[in-house]
């Protein structure tokens, strides 16, 4: 046998191993993060949730380090992202939401692409962006009169 079909063979099987070990871990941070979003939100249930978001942060300065994976969820009152790890949370009051888009031209042909949810804080705009399946969907759940 040759010796790179011998070298595929292990990397293979270390990258299955390596995928076996370490999805419980991820499933387990999902979960933490899952339970703190809908702490976040209080007694109102999520309108929508999503447990593999992706965060890229916001251009405000002095925030936690949002970029990662991460549970994005929203009820009527609050916005709220919560990083797997290590665990960073941002919450935004639906009411000093101003716009919500998507840098992404045609977002109904994408399968993810990036939201940005515009609000205010502290009397200047800040912009928090996201990568979430079915972007259309969170477009319009969280859109603004």
Request: hydrophobic share 50%.
């Amino acid at each position: 046998m040759p010796t790179w079909l011998i070298v595929l063979i292990v990397v293979i099987v270390l990258g299955v191993v390596a995928l076996v070990v370490a999805n419980p871990m991820l499933r387990k941070k999902e979960s933490a993060a899952a339970g703190l979003a809908k702490a976040e939100l209080g007694d109102e249930e999520p309108e929508i949730i999503e447990a593999r978001a992706v965060g890229f942060g916001t251009d405000a300065d002095g925030d936690p380090d949002l970029k990662g994976m991460g549970v994005l969820a929203a009820n009527s009152s609050r916005i709220v992202f919560v990083k797997w790890a290590p665990q960073q949370i941002l919450t935004i009051d639906r009411a000093s939401v101003v716009e919500v888009r998507s840098p992404v031209e045609n977002v109904e042909d994408a399968n993810k692409a990036m939201i940005e949810i515009v609000h205010q804080r502290d009397g200047e705009q800040v912009v928090a962006s996201f990568r979430v399946p079915e972007p259309t969907y969170w477009l319009t759940t969280l859109s603004v009169d």
